[in-house]
Nanobody, 117 residues
Framework: VQLQASGGGLAQNGGSLRLSCASSGSISDFDVMAWYRRAGSTHRRDHVAVITNSGRTNYADSVKGRFTISRDNANRRMYLQMDSLKPEDSGVYFC???????????WGQGTQVTVSP
């Protein structure tokens, strides 16, 4: 399975973006999927939001109430609706399967999100 994030771009402070994660194969067998963000020059990717197959979600404190994660197993996609964007939300966003021990598949290129002050 390959996962590719898209939908990033330039947004103004307070604006919105919707990220999409497309899978080359079925995602129905993957319980937990997640969005990650790599900010600045760091190589670390931090969890932003996770979703289980049953629809349970969890968010980083910094995005709670502003971001919404969803998944569409039938169409092999996952989404991240990003509202009330802030400059500190800027970074490269990635999607992956979260095994609990780390990501399952090789990282895709990610999608750049830049929020202007």
């Amino acid at each position: 399975v390959q996962l590719q994030a898209s939908g990033g771009g330039l947004a103004q402070n307070g604006g919105s973006l919707r990220l999409s994660c497309a899978s080359s194969g079925s995602i129905s067998d993957f319980d937990v999927m997640a969005w990650y963000r790599r900010a600045g020059s760091t190589h670390r990717r931090d969890h932003v939001a996770v979703i289980t197959n049953s629809g349970r979600t969890n968010y980083a404190d910094s995005v709670k109430g502003r971001f919404t994660i969803s998944r569409d197993n039938a169409n092999r996609r996952m989404y991240l609706q990003m509202d009330s964007l802030k400059p500190e939300d800027s970074g490269v966003y990635f999607c992956n399967v979260d095994t609990g021990y780390g990501p399952l598949v090789p990282w895709g290129q990610g999608t750049q999100v830049t929020v202007s002050p």
